[in-house]
C-alpha cells in the first residue's frame, strides 16, 4: 500500500491550495483518513480527520478555513486550504487505516510522503 500526496507549494497570506493523497495498492477497506502536519522545529500535529461514517474533526487552528473531504471511490482524502496564514507553513502529511483484505480485521496506519506548504507575501 502506498499513499501519495500532492498539491502543496507556495501560497500567499489568504490564498488557497488543495492536498490531494491517493491510497493505492491491496486495499480492501479503509477507516479514518486524515491530514497532519510538522513545522519546522515542531512535532507532528493534527490538521483534520475524516473518518469512514463522513464525519469530520478539526483543529482548532484550521477549524472554519480548511475543509477535508474524501472519494472513497478513488481511495483519496483531499484538504481545501482558504485564507491561508503565514503559521501554515509545514509539510503536511496524509494518513489513512487501511485494511489490506478480507481475511484481516485489523486496519493498519499508512503515511504518504509529504508535501510542503509555504504561506508567504
Known amino acids: 500500500v502506498q499513499l501519495q500526496a500532492s498539491g502543496g507549494g507556495l501560497a500567499q497570506p489568504g490564498g488557497s491550495l488543495r492536498l490531494s493523497c491517493v491510497a493505492s495498492?491491496?486495499?480492501?477497506?479503509?477507516?479514518?483518513m486524515s491530514w497532519y502536519r510538522q513545522a519546522p522545529g515542531n512535532q507532528h500535529a493534527l490538521v483534520a480527520i475524516?473518518?469512514?461514517?463522513?464525519?469530520?474533526v478539526y483543529s482548532n487552528s484550521v477549524r472554519g478555513r480548511f475543509t477535508i473531504s474524501r472519494d472513497n471511490a478513488k481511495n483519496t482524502v483531499y484538504l481545501q486550504m482558504n485564507n491561508l496564514r503565514p503559521e501554515d507553513t509545514a509539510v503536511y502529511y496524509c494518513k489513512a487505516a487501511i485494511r489490506r483484505s478480507s481475511d484481516s480485521t485489523f486496519f493498519d496506519n499508512y503515511w504518504g510522503q509529504g508535501t510542503e506548504v509555504t504561506v508567504s507575501s
Open positions: 495498492g491491496f486495499i480492501f477497506s479503509i477507516a479514518d
Open positions: 475524516s473518518p469512514s461514517d463522513a464525519s469530520t
